[in-house]
């Protein structure tokens, strides 16, 4: 089964500063995704990435950067972190059809 | 548009009744349908899968799930719940391959009275 991690687990955050959520899977998927959950409310996704050096926007990337250092690594990048992007984010990695899910990343912006 | 509903937000269920939590989706195409459960303070894991064939599809932890092309529906059914069935439940469709999207409902909190 995949192995995604995920750091930090939660982090508190100033308005207008940057923020870094990291993830890192050891099965070598090529597909990774970002996901942020509201609460109340499904998972939406915000940038994903086929290959290293390489990522996509999604459905909702205002605001939001990603960074594809390497096969394994894929970064999730707030430059001026705002109140509406408290959430929780989770990253995925893809195997043929199936995402596989980290733990998340509980974040609150004040 | 691709969307997936979950009509219930909330649902009771007594330990050792049955469940069904109900999934209906909209997408062009044929569709391959997920459901996830959350426990609290976790990540999403995998419970079950369809891919065309079977339509009925056996999941973990006892759990079953029934695809409808007709109704345009994936119900999730268990036989008997368990009180570590409490948990938030999330149906899900993708296409197929390469750059396809998972699209989520937004969720059935499952909570299980004794």
């Known amino acids: 089964e995949a192995a995604v991690t995920q750091s930090p687990r939660s982090k508190v955050a100033v308005t207008g500063g940057k923020v870094t959520l990291s993830c890192h899977q050891t099965?070598?998927?090529?597909?990774m995704y970002w996901y942020r959950q509201d609460t109340g409310h499904g998972l939406r996704l915000i940038h994903y990435s086929y290959v290293a050096d390489s990522t996509e926007k999604g459905d909702i990337p205002d605001g939001y950067k990603a960074s594809r250092p390497s096969q394994e690594n894929f970064s999730l990048i707030l430059e001026l972190a705002s109140l509406s992007q408290t959430a929780v984010y989770f990253c995925?990695?893809?195997?043929?059809?199936?995402?596989?899910f980290g733990p998340g990343t509980r974040l609150l912006v004040l | 548009a691709q969307s997936v509903t979950q009509p219930d937000a909330r649902v009771t269920v007594s330990e050792g009744a049955s469940l069904q939590l109900r999934c209906k989706y909209s997408y062009f195409g044929t569709p391959y349908l997920f459901w996830y459960v959350q426990y609290p303070r976790q990540g999403l894991q995998l419970l079950l899968k369809y891919y065309p064939g079977d339509p009925v599809v056996q999941g973990v932890n006892g759990f079953e799930a029934e695809f409808s092309k007709s109704n345009s529906s994936f119900h999730l059914r268990k036989a008997s719940v368990h009180w570590s069935d409490w948990a938030v439940y999330f149906c899900a469709v993708s296409g197929q391959g390469g750059s396809a999207k998972l699209i989520f409902g937004e969720g059935t909190k499952l909570t299980v009275s004794s």
């Open positions: 995925a990695s893809r195997f043929r059809d199936t995402q596989y």
């Open positions: 099965n070598n998927h090529d597909y």
